[in-house]
């Protein structure tokens, strides 16, 4: 059973391209998590979707920015318009299940490490 | 605002020697607290949680200690190897419904040989 997966690891963009972040959430879990961490600091909640759906989006910059879990297929991050301050690594997590004791088991994927030269 | 912090960046140990992380944290609504460990270039990785109704949980090695009157929360890591050296982040779960983590900044753990 494969973990969760995330491509690219490695993604570099010039200011004002787009930037797509792709995750495979393990085999039967349907819930996916997107994080972003700055260097030196912690993860930043972004995002919480399920099937075609969000559920939490608080986290997600107002402009720019956008996630994605159709029903076939990964979900996906993207990033407008990128600009240097976007540069971080971004990592989701996928959970069978929303809440509490399902949530502490939630696998992060290795991350995908934005660069925006 | 609410956060979950952590008190020093950088814990520097013996290998053999027990380690110590600390965390504190605002928000005593909270139902979990769990702890990542993180490798260079990699995912974090899960080590072991608590329950807020908990005050003691012992795992592989690893203990986590819960104090809700003070808020706060410590990793207690026995015998460090220097395969433990990574950085180690506090979690917070909030909001059961939707199982957002609140993630503190992290102590960098350097064991020593």
């Known amino acids: 059973n494969a973990g969760v997966m995330q491509n690219p690891r490695h993604l570099v963009r010039r200011r004002g391209q787009e930037a797509r972040l792709r995750c495979s959430p393990m085999?039967?879990?349907?819930?996916v998590y997107w994080y972003r961490q700055l260097p030196e600091e912690g993860l930043k909640f972004m995002v919480y979707?399920?099937?075609?759906?969000?559920?939490?989006e608080s986290g997600m910059p107002k402009e720019r920015f956008s996630a994605e879990f159709p029903k076939e297929g990964p979900s996906i991050l993207r990033i407008q318009q990128v600009v240097r301050g976007d540069s971080a690594a971004y990592f989701c997590?996928?959970?069978?299940?929303?809440?509490?004791?399902?949530?502490?088991?939630?696998?992060f994927g290795q991350g995908t490490r934005l660069t925006v030269v | 605002g609410e956060s979950v912090g952590l008190h020093l960046p950088t814990l520097s140990v013996q290998e053999g020697d027990n380690s110590i992380i600390n965390c504190a944290y605002s928000?005593?609504?909270?139902?979990?607290f769990i702890w990542y460990k993180q490798e260079s270039g990699k995912g974090p990785q899960f080590i072991i949680d608590?329950?807020?109704?908990?005050d003691k949980r012992q795992g592989q090695r690893v203990t986590v200690l819960l104090n809700k009157t003070v808020k706060h929360l410590s990793l207690q890591i026995a015998a460090t190897q220097p395969g433990d050296s990574a950085v180690y982040f506090c979690a917070e779960l909030r909001s059961s419904n939707t199982g957002k983590l609140i993630f503190g900044q992290g102590t960098t753990l350097q064991v020593k040989p």
């Open positions: 928000n005593s609504a909270s139902d979990y």
């Open positions: 997590a996928s959970s069978p299940l929303p809440g509490k004791r399902s949530n502490t088991e939630a696998f």
């Open positions: 085999k039967g879990h349907s819930h």
């Open positions: 608590i329950r807020s109704n908990m």
């Open positions: 979707l399920q099937k075609e759906n969000i559920i939490d």
